[in-house]
């Protein structure tokens, strides 16, 4: 899921932290950042300065121009437009074949029977303005201001030459874990989440802030919606009533056709977010900026012709197998008996949660609209979409639970982004504990404001006793410390108290949900014995870099990683009789330790069948201590869980890992204590330090995580402290060089049969004694019937200061190697 830094600073003050500081504490206390992403240019290079020449007008269209562009030491292409001001001379902004634009890939393409090589750019195209352009960006009279002259920005990428409109940006890449992807999965929530973990909710700016406010939210709301007539509004919403907790429904009428404000394009852009018109881009952004699932139904379409608002709706359940041309991938699907859809007469127009009806999709021309802002039972929008096998954005979130106040906040939003003189007038409101045909929309909001306002009752001394065995004494300031950031803390008594929660994200029900909560933010840093020395920033060790290549394997074989926050507990780390335990804040049992990863493991497969996966395959890392001979030892250790009918890939994993660090495995018949309660199976020993276990899940243990006894579950475990130091290094998570690097282009004359991951294959392994090498493609062009492949290569060193000769002689052996592929040579 990607994140823009921007974006999030406008509701939270980064400004004293950089990248890596965030990708540090996002990693430790939140969701895991696989990678921070620098964007130095939006459009990887491929869209170029070019100047305009020999215009001439179209053989068979009036409106239409053909001409060429000189590109530089890119060459000239041929080009079609209907823009009003193309002539000779000017130079404009050109995306080459290939480009990635908002309005989606620019192709070759013939039109009116004249081909067309690229696309010359407004400023809109490129999301520096939001109404279209009406002619092309001319940019000769802004280039010689800045100093340069044509031989300097021609066939130059346009966020080189104008980097004040084409600013630098980061993009954060988190997984998180599935109960919290209402809170992360958007930028609100995640900058909330970061002011809670750096603990320090000033950092929280107004916009934030006001979003957080139940009395600014209720002010925003009542001021701007109007109450529409009741007398032609029937919505049966009761048969669906243990499906819906909340719905609203709004008649919203905008002046002129909805587009999108251009820094929301590229916000939306940049985050690899879809664009495709209209109002349903403000749907889009709305769930990406706040995490709350919109419908837009198309009014004109649900009521026909009639002018007047009569609606006859009826949430109800299909008694038989019906057809549905929905959206997406649910284009032409049998729906099944059983579902539950919203209907109007005998026509579905939506299955609620998780997709609308092809039918009254909001064209983007269109200015009226019908909004359903509405919240729905997690398990139901579950069920719903394990029925379809098939699982919209909406629905994921939806189905991980999202607190009920998130609609208000939400319409608020919607508000602020409407055009002034937009009407909105609410046709429905009810919430769960209402009558279906209630709509007193005050008394719907206050209801979930109510609701929002909870109140939980907190016994420092169970708190304590489960961290550690430090006691109270030493964790109570802490404690309140952290129960504070959670929302208003109350003292009752030297031990008691009451917490009134800012429940805005996520769900905090129970004494252990906030166990949880607090162990996540009081993180490692309070830890007397701290082993976890495998954090994401400074040295990483070598059981670090062994975990990620073993990690790679995981991946490589289709798992997906779940994610948690080991704690010590310190009276079983020194005490020397205690049995071997493993450390996850995620337990109820005893102080932060259970006997091995694989409940978790197992809580997690039981949501993933109930959200609706298919193909699960899970997996976790973390650390393993024991006692003996009176000292602590430590031990590293991945485990993962399928549902399959045989163990096949599992074996091929432990054959792929003896492979990997070239040892043969022996099967020792006895499997280790901290499993064998959950199965039976195999366990293979590398030698001292290195093992693997496989075992099949057994009846007793499915049905204690509510894992049906018809589905065959499989474990595997492997221990990684005996590994050798030799393997592979995981790049993607090393330190910066202290040196600097060296980058250099290359152009090359290829055959059209070879491909640039051929070429990418002999760069990569055409070694360079201690340099790590980082092919990038720029373009593939045609010219004069030859493929011209540009690309660049960055060099870079941990070690020493790069030597120029080095480079040199690395690029002659390349050229040589290259050969083998066929006709290729330097241009």
Request: some cysteine; charged content about 25%.
């Amino acid at each position: 899921m990607l994140f823009l830094r921007s974006w999030l600073e406008e509701y939270i003050d980064l400004s004293a932290f950089t990248n890596s500081q965030l990708k540090n504490l996002i990693t430790m206390k939140s969701g895991e950042v696989d990678e921070v992403i620098e964007i130095n240019d939006y459009f990887e290079g491929k869209i170029l300065v070019g100047k305009i020449f020999n215009t001439q007008k179209h053989p068979d269209a009036d409106r239409l121009q053909i001409f060429q562009v000189d590109l530089g030491v890119y060459g000239q292409i041929q080009i079609v437009s209907a823009a009003p001001n193309v002539r000779d001379g000017i130079v404009v902004p050109v995306a080459i074949v290939g480009t990635k634009l908002p309005m989606g890939t620019i192709l070759e393409r013939k039109m009116r029977g004249e081909l067309s090589q690229g696309m010359c750019l407004g400023k809109s195209e490129l999301m520096l303005e939001t109404e279209y352009s009406e002619g092309l960006w001319e940019l000769e009279d802004l280039l010689l201001e800045s100093g340069l002259s044509e031989n300097q920005y021609l066939g130059k990428s346009i966020c080189e030459v104008l980097t004040g409109h084409f600013p630098k940006e980061s993009v954060f890449d988190i997984k998180y874990l599935a109960d919290k992807i209402a809170s992360c999965g958007n930028h609100l929530g995640l900058a909330v989440d970061i002011a809670i973990c750096l603990e320090n909710k000033n950092l929280l700016k107004t916009q934030a802030k006001n979003l957080l406010d139940p009395v600014f939210l209720m002010e925003q709301v009542v001021s701007k919606v109007e109450i529409a007539d009741e007398k032609d509004i029937k919505v049966n919403l009761e048969s669906g009533s243990d499906y819906l907790k909340n719905y609203f429904l709004f008649d919203l009428e905008i002046p002129s056709e909805y587009i999108l404000p251009h820094e929301f394009q590229k916000r939306m852009f940049l985050t690899n977010r879809n664009q495709i018109g209209g109002l349903a881009d403000l749907s889009n952004y709305l769930l990406a900026d706040l995490g709350q699932p919109t419908h837009f139904f198309s009014k004109a379409k649900v009521l026909g012709l009639n002018e007047n608002i009569s609606l006859d709706w009826k949430l109800e359940s299909l008694t038989s197998q019906t057809n549905f041309q929905g959206l997406g991938q649910l284009k032409n699907t049998t729906l099944p008996a059983g579902m539950m859809v919203l209907k109007q007469s005998v026509e579905i127009l939506a299955i609620p949660g998780i997709s609308g009806s092809e039918k009254t999709k909001v064209d983007p021309v269109e200015t009226q609209a019908l909004v359903e802002i509405a919240n729905f039972s997690a398990e139901s929008i579950a069920r719903a979409s394990f029925d379809l096998s098939y699982r919209s954005d909406s629905s994921k979130i939806w189905a991980g639970g999202i607190q009920e106040i998130l609609e208000i906040t939400c319409l608020v939003r919607l508000l602020e982004y409407l055009p002034e003189n937009a009407k909105i007038k609410v046709l429905l409101s009810k919430t769960q504990d209402e009558n279906s045909e209630n709509r007193n929309f005050l008394s719907s909001l206050e209801n979930i404001f109510s609701k929002s306002q909870k109140v939980l009752e907190i016994n420092l001394d169970y708190l304590a006793q489960r961290l550690d065995n430090r006691e109270l004494d030493y964790w109570r300031d802490i404690l309140v410390q952290k129960l504070e950031l959670l929302g208003s803390y109350t003292s009752t008594g030297s031990n008691t108290g009451s917490l009134e929660l800012m429940d805005f994200y996520g769900e905090i029900n129970n004494s252990q949900d906030i166990l949880e909560a607090v162990a996540r933010l009081i993180g490692f840093e309070n830890l007397e014995l701290d082993h976890l020395n495998f954090s994401s920033d400074g040295e990483k060790n070598t059981q670090y870099n062994n975990w990620l290549e073993i990690k790679e394997m995981f991946v490589k074989y289709g798992f997906t990683e779940i994610i948690s926050r080991p704690f010590v507990a310190q009276n079983q780390m020194n005490n020397p009789q205690s049995e071997t335990k493993l450390l996850n804040p995620y337990n109820s049992s005893q102080p932060f330790l259970r006997d091995s990863f694989l409940p978790s493991l197992l809580n997690s497969l039981e949501k993933n069948i109930l959200k609706g996966e298919k193909d699960i395959k899970l997996f976790e890392f973390g650390k393993l201590y024991f006692t003996g001979e009176s000292k602590l030892f430590e031990e590293t250790i991945v485990d993962g869980l399928i549902i399959a009918e045989n163990p096949y890939l599992l074996t091929s994993m432990v054959q792929d890992f003896g492979e990997k660090i070239q040892k043969n495995a022996n099967i020792n018949p006895d499997l280790p204590d901290y499993i064998s309660g959950f199965g039976e199976g195999y366990y293979y020993t590398f030698g001292e330090g290195i093992d693997a276990s496989i075992i099949k899940i057994n009846n007793l243990t499915k049905k204690k995580y509510n894992i049906p006894t018809s589905k065959s579950v499989w474990f595997v475990g492997f221990a990684l402290d005996g590994l050798p130091t030799t393997l592979k290094k995981y790049k993607k998570y090393y330190n910066e060089s202290e040196f600097p690097s060296i980058s250099r282009t290359y152009s090359l004359i290829i055959p059209t049969n070879v491909s640039w991951k051929q070429v990418e294959s002999f760069v990569v392994n055409s070694e360079l004694e201690d340099v790590e090498i980082r092919p990038k493609p720029l373009e593939r062009l045609k010219k004069d019937n030859q493929e011209i492949l540009n690309f660049e290569v960055g060099f870079v060193s941990y070690s020493k200061t790069l030597d120029n000769n080095q480079i040199t002689k690395w690029e002659e052996r390349l050229f040589e190697n290259l050969t083998k592929l066929g006709e290729i040579k330097p241009r």
